[in-house]
């Protein structure tokens, strides 16, 4: 019987049947080419055998956070993973660089929360990518907007109403984890083995909510500058941690971008006012710029819809539709964007 870490065997099934001589864990740190894994002894160190690293195609194909693996422990207080168990979830996004490739964060999660502060970092666009990688990855989120403490109540109200004003079904949580303000709701959230994680752009204070909710410093989390009220980021890893009440959660590394892989089904679950719409759309391949008879248009022209966010559902699909390109249409579309920025460049008017 395995009960650690949320392990079930409905969501979960084991190889039947189980190898001889191996084990279950569940990933709770990746590092470059080796993991961190927690099983019923404890913490153990861990690499991939061959046939993982040569026969993937992908990034996939690797052992992630939250993933349960299937593993040999050698003689050196060592494992070799063999196997990942299917996933029941998976947090993607393009991989950062020039290759288009994709990059899992974790795996296995039920529920995502999606911090973001109200200074400098507030952004109704960089939320709709975070929601677009969660329900695209089958996860629900929960929106966290955190530090709190830095503002008047009236300008929390009113960030949370712009939320709201964008995402009418999702859950928002205003926090503080200087002043605890809204951690009750969010620890009333934490059901036993289940899996959590939390997204946002570095400095959000990701790592220090989750530290009130473990309620001890696990995670180093730089001092609070008296100066500027605002503090670094300072979380050099992942992790996976278990609270008392047997919930799982995984903190993620801050990220600068969060570029969208092929993310179609999440783009239907964020924009799906855009979506229901867009059935009325005069032109079934209507992109919703500019043909005429286009209830997209229509909604944002009587005030049903924000321009704001019909422009960024545009943007995100784009992104997702070129990642899904092949390497040839990708290459024509550059192509003709290159043409056609020489060409704006020859036409402008020169100084005189
Ligand atoms: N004023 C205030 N500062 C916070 C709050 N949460 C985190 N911080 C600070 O913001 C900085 C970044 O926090 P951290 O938890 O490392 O963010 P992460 O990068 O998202 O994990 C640290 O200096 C924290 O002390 C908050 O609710 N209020
Ligand atoms: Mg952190
Ligand atoms: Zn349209």
């Known amino acids: 019987?395995?009960?650690?870490?949320?392990?079930?065997?409905?969501?979960?099934?084991?190889?039947?049947?189980?190898?001889?001589?191996?084990?279950?864990?569940?990933?709770?740190?990746?590092?470059?080419?080796?993991?961190?894994?927690?099983?019923?002894?404890?913490?153990?160190?861990?690499?991939?055998?061959?046939?993982?690293?040569?026969?993937?195609?992908?990034?996939?194909?690797?052992?992630?956070?939250?993933?349960?693996?299937?593993?040999?422990?050698?003689?050196?207080?060592?494992?070799?993973?063999?196997?990942?168990?299917?996933?029941k979830t998976v947090l993607r996004r393009r991989a950062s660089g020039k290759i288009?490739?994709?990059?899992?964060?974790?795996?296995?999660?039920?529920?995502?929360?999606?911090?973001?502060?109200?200074?400098?970092?507030?952004?109704?666009?960089?939320?709709?990518?975070?929601?677009?990688?969660?329900?695209?990855?089958?996860?629900?989120?929960?929106?966290?907007?955190?530090?709190?403490?830095?503002?008047?109540?009236a300008e929390v109200d009113i960030q949370v109403l712009e939320i709201k004003k964008r995402h009418l079904g999702v859950t928002v949580v205003w926090t503080s984890a200087m002043t605890e303000e809204g951690?009750?709701?969010?620890?009333k959230t934490l059901l036993p083995g289940k899996t959590y994680c939390f997204v946002g752009s570095s400095g959000v204070g990701k790592s220090s909510l989750i530290n009130r909710l473990i309620g001890e410093q696990r995670q180093?989390?730089?001092?609070?500058?008296?100066?500027?009220?605002?503090?670094?980021?300072?979380?050099t890893y992942r992790e996976l941690i278990e609270l008392d009440n047997g919930s799982l959660l995984i903190d993620t590394p801050g990220m600068r971008e969060v570029g969208l892989v092929a993310a179609d089904a999440g783009l239907e679950e964020t924009f799906a006012d855009i979506i229901t719409?867009?059935?009325?759309?005069r032109f079934s391949d209507c992109t919703h710029s500019n043909e005429p008879g286009c209830a997209v248009i229509a909604a944002c022209k009587a005030g049903n819809l924000q321009v704001e966010k019909l422009d960024n559902y545009l943007r995100l699909k784009r992104e997702s539709d070129y990642f899904q390109m092949d390497t040839y249409e990708r290459r024509?579309?550059?192509?003709?964007?290159a043409k056609m920025v020489k060409e704006f460049k020859r036409n402008k008017p020169k100084k005189t």
């Open 277 to 281: 719409l867009a059935q009325n759309c």
């Open 100 to 153: 288009i490739a994709e990059q899992v964060i974790a795996v296995n999660i039920d529920i995502a929360f999606v911090v973001m502060s109200g200074d400098e970092n507030f952004s109704l666009n960089r939320l709709e990518r975070y929601l677009t990688i969660i329900y695209n990855g089958g996860i629900i989120p929960i929106i966290i907007l955190n530090k709190t403490d830095l503002f008047t109540k």
């Open 1 to 87: 019987m395995i009960s650690f870490l949320g392990y079930n065997d409905k969501d979960f099934p084991l190889p039947d049947p189980m190898p001889e001589g191996m084990l279950i864990g569940r990933v709770v740190e990746e590092h470059r080419g080796h993991y961190f894994v927690m099983y019923e002894k404890g913490l153990i160190e861990a690499g991939v055998t061959g046939k993982i690293i040569h026969t993937s195609e992908s990034k996939e194909a690797f052992p992630a956070v939250g993933d349960w693996v299937v593993m040999a422990i050698s003689d050196k207080n060592q494992a070799l993973i063999h196997d990942i168990l299917p996933r």
């Open 183 to 187: 951690l009750n709701f969010v620890h």
């Open 332 to 337: 024509q579309k550059d192509k003709t964007f």
């Open 220 to 235: 180093y989390v730089k001092e609070i500058s008296a100066a500027t009220a605002k503090g670094q980021h300072a979380t």
